[in-house]
């Protein structure tokens, strides 16, 4: 889980491998409110589709991928999955939940 007071920055890490994440950009970000459907974020490592607050960004380093929020807000309460792409053809994902 990650942490953060409303105003302030917060970053969510996921961790692949390079099978995964180190080796493909095809790494996606989604958030999921209470009773919705999960909300596309982040595509392609760092692309917002259209709609998303430019408050959300995504980077890679490595086998690993990150998620920043800067200016928390309440509504950004949730829970935050990360999605890649593997050689395997499966699906790698983590949840990661922020709370005030």
């Known amino acids: 889980s990650a942490s ?3 105003g302030q920055t917060a970053t ?4 692949g491998t390079s099978n995964d994440i180190g080796k493909y950009n ?3 970000w989604y958030q999921q409110q209470p ?5 596309l974020l982040i595509y392609y490592v760092n692309s917002r ?3 998303i607050s430019d408050r959300f960004s995504g980077s890679k380093s490595g086998n690993t991928a990150s998620l920043t929020i800067s200016g928390l807000e309440p509504e950004d ?3 935050y999955y990360c999605a890649s792409y593997t050689a395997s053809n499966t699906l790698h ?8």
């Not at 009773?35 to 909300?39: D, I, R, T």
């Not at 994902?93 to 922020?98: A, I, K, L």
Request: glycine letters at 18%; proline letters at 7%; charged letters at 15%.
């Open 93 to 100: 994902s983590s949840e990661s939940g922020w709370g005030s």
């Open 49 to 51: 589709p259209s709609g």
């Open 26 to 28: 095809y790494v996606s």
């Open 4 to 6: 953060g007071s409303l």
């Open 35 to 39: 009773g919705l459907n999960p909300k």
């Open 12 to 15: 969510i890490s996921c961790t």
């Open 77 to 79: 309460e949730a829970d």
